[in-house]
């Protein structure tokens, strides 16, 4: 068995240190032979563009789900669940009626908007052909924004699915006019990554660097999570009295992750000190019943942490 594409994108990016709407019915007979009245105009099926949104608000923000794709990862006990037997795993996924050869992640970046900041929160897996991805671009302009409207990229790390979508196909800025904002530790292992060397270069004179868990922006905040990467930040918005925690790669599957916190990820750069971390972070956001934004749960993404036992369990919104 193989181990899963972004796994094999993000070892070698980890070399060295790391990079971190309805169709219509047909009418029935009855209806056809003798209608007294004009039926109703049947619902205007969505547009994919449409479909590949998802507006909200957090206080007085207006807040977008963008779909940039998938990853599909196979069950083969080298990813998710790592020294775990494949068929624990496999056992865990059927009990929540899900396939159980493999585990599917969803990408999507968040766009904020307050005021004259538009702010892209992570920007997905670009051209990479290891995913099923890169609709960042159309979706963003589905969302009413053209790229070079954003003025802020905020990135929870460095591994290919969060920023390959900083360029566009011709390795120019995707974002021209957008500052790039990361923890100084996860600039700091980039610069070091000789696999990161032409992202580096491109983007080098956009970087801003904030030290883990500082006010990034004003209502935006860094959250440290430690073991990811040497520098992986989720982050806390607030507007007013409402708070959404944007948590990157603190959980990956909105089953295995949530309901095995203390799972082995292959992904995870010092897998004890990520541990630790996702399981407080959960904690966190159960205590508190903090409204979540999962960039890899099933689109779009939103919903809260309960508490299950020693564990956690997913509740998506609506």
């Known amino acids: 068995m193989t181990r899963s594409p972004l796994a094999l994108a993000v ?10 709407g309805c169709a219509k019915k047909p009418a029935s007979e009855e209806q056809a032979a003798a209608p007294a ?29 963008l779909r940039d794709g998938t990853i599909d990862t196979p069950n083969d006990g080298k990813t998710f669940g790592v020294g775990q037997k494949t068929e624990d795993v496999a056992a865990l996924l059927s009990a929540n009626g899900q396939p159980t050869d493999t585990l599917q992640l969803s990408i999507q970046p968040l766009l904020l908007r307050d005021g004259d900041r538009t702010v892209l929160f992570d920007t997905g897996a670009g051209g990479e052909t290891w995913a099923k991805a890169g609709k960042l671009q ?8 053209e790229p070079a409207q954003v003025t802020d990229v905020l990135l929870s790390h460095g591994h290919p699915d969060h920023v390959a979508g900083l360029l566009a196909k011709d390795g120019t800025l995707a974002f021209p006019n957008a500052t790039v904002r990361m923890s100084a530790p996860e600039w700091a292992a980039m610069q070091e990554n000789p696999n990161a060397a032409k992202l580096v270069a491109a983007i080098g004179r956009k970087v801003a660097t904030f030290e883990p868990g500082a006010p990034v922006l004003p209502g935006v905040t860094a959250v440290a999570l430690e073991g990811h990467t040497p520098g992986h930040s989720a982050y806390e918005i607030a507007s ?31 897998a004890p000190r990520a541990q630790a971390a996702r399981r407080a972070l959960l ?17 779009p993404g939103l919903g809260h942490v309960k508490a299950q036992g020693d564990a956690y369990v997913w509740v998506p919104e609506g």
């Open 11 to 20: 070892s070698l990016l980890l070399a060295g240190t790391m990079l971190a």
């Open 240 to 270: 007013g009295d409402e708070r959404l925690l944007y948590i990157g790669d603190a959980a990956h599957h909105y089953i295995v992750s949530v309901q095995r916190p203390d799972w082995t990820v292959e992904y995870d750069q010092d």
């Open 283 to 299: 904690k966190r956001a159960a205590d508190g019943n903090l409204r979540v934004y999962a960039v890899h749960f099933p689109f």
């Open 37 to 65: 009245a004009p039926a109703p105009a049947a619902p205007a099926p969505a547009s994919q563009e449409q479909a590949d949104i998802h507006r909200f608000r957090i206080g007085t923000l207006d807040a977008v789900a």
């Open 138 to 145: 159309a979706s963003l302009r589905a969302a009413g924004v």
